[in-house]
């Protein structure tokens, strides 16, 4: 049997300081991700969907369990070796966007390349290409106040992907787009998949991204089922 791209054991998060103001969010959850794999995960507002991910997407550590991605057991890393791996292996795309404003879609898509340490005209290149990918080679030079809310978010998932990382969590991707704009970058999230082999685990409300998944999953009680 083939080892899962990411897989997470008895995982555990608490929030507050003492029993008086605990919150338990995660408890006890067990995931495994294939590589390639698309899954989705849906629940009610407030039961923790956006710290899984991020405990996931090692933005946040767990209070208890582990998490090993490609084999590498992220819980047993420091923060200096967890920036690296992030910057390695995954990309994160939000609800906003989250660009830059005084830099282009050329400049903001090349960050990840250059907080690697790439030469600029190679990370002008990956950018260059990546943008092309997702039908904004028109809009290099404009800036997020420039472009239209679904191109700033294809500027984001242009900027998750450019380093070619084999997962990209999403956290409600296409929540502040309208449903057509939004079915444009369920597509695209797709194709990213298809041609790219990325693995996908988003957190998500929209009925029509989750039936293209692989997998749904609900987060209840701090577990999956």
């Not at 200096?80 to 400049?107: K, M, Y």
């Not at 695209?188 to 998500?204: A, P, S, Y």
């Amino acid at each position: 049997m083939t080892e899962p791209l990411i897989r997470a054991e008895r995982l555990q998060k608490i929030y507050g300081d003492g029993n008086r103001h605990r919150v338990e969010v995660l408890r006890d959850l067990d995931l495994s991700v294939g590589a390639g794999e698309k899954v989705v995960i849906v629940g009610q507002s407030g039961v923790g969907k956006s710290t899984l991910l991020h405990v996931l997407g090692a933005l946040d550590r767990p209070t208890a369990g582990q998490i090993w991605f490609g084999g590498e057991a992220l819980t047993a890393m420091n923060e200096r070796d967890l920036a690296a791996f992030r910057n390695r292996e995954i990309g994160f795309i939000f609800q906003f966007h989250h660009l830059l404003p005084d830099f282009t879609a050329l400049e903001n898509t090349m960050m990840p390349g250059l907080i690697r340490g790439l030469a600029w005209e190679e990370a002008s290149e990956r950018a260059r290409a990546v943008l092309a990918q997702v039908g904004l080679s028109h809009r290099l030079d404009h800036k997020p106040g420039e472009l239209s809310g679904g191109e700033q978010q294809r500027v984001a998932v242009a900027r998750a992907v450019v380093l070619s990382p084999r997962a990209v969590f999403g956290d409600e991707p296409t929540g502040n787009l309208d449903p057509a704009t939004a079915d444009e970058v369920h597509e695209l999230l797709m194709d990213l998949n298809r041609t790219r082999g990325i693995t996908l685990v988003i957190v998500t409300h929209n009925d029509r991204l989750a039936a293209l998944a692989d997998r749904t999953l609900r987060l209840q009680g701090g577990r999956l089922s």
